[in-house]
């Protein structure tokens, strides 16, 4: 018998808690999870590791937005065909327009329920 390969998601996020607690919900629902604390270690790791099928990354951070972390992303012949899904606790009219121009495949606001954040997960990676 076949095995269904797992949905290999990437979290990035400055904040320890929201990774971990997205991890441990992904995790339940079947997703294999990797986890960074900075778009400068997700950039690292992605030359290291197998690609993931998407990164849930978190526009507000240090060192590096989230905008600037995904333009790196889809600017790169080898990691663009990765999803890219922003995230943020700011309002959608705060940030639609920058996130169209660094080419993110979509973004949530952090307060979507885990059910909503992994069906748009699928529905994503159905349309590649």
């Known amino acids: ?27 339940e629902f079947g997703y294999e999870v990797s986890v960074a604390n900075s778009g400068q270690i997700l950039l690292e790791q992605l030359n290291k590791e197998d690609l993931p099928d998407i990164i849930l990354l978190d526009i507000m951070m240090p060192e590096m937005s989230g905008y600037d972390i995904c333009k790196k992303i889809k600017s790169d012949e080898r990691l663009k065909k990765i999803k ?45």
């Open 1 to 27: 018998m076949e095995q269904k390969k797992k949905i290999h998601l990437y979290i990035v996020d400055d904040e320890p808690g929201v990774c971990n607690l997205i991890k441990v919900l992904f995790t």
């Open 84 to 128: 890219v899904l922003l995230y943020t606790a700011l309002p959608e009219y705060a940030i639609k327009d920058r996130a169209e121009e660094s080419c993110a495949d979509g973004f949530v606001t952090k307060d979507i329920e885990p059910e909503e954040l992994s069906r748009i997960i699928i529905n994503l990676l159905v349309k590649q």
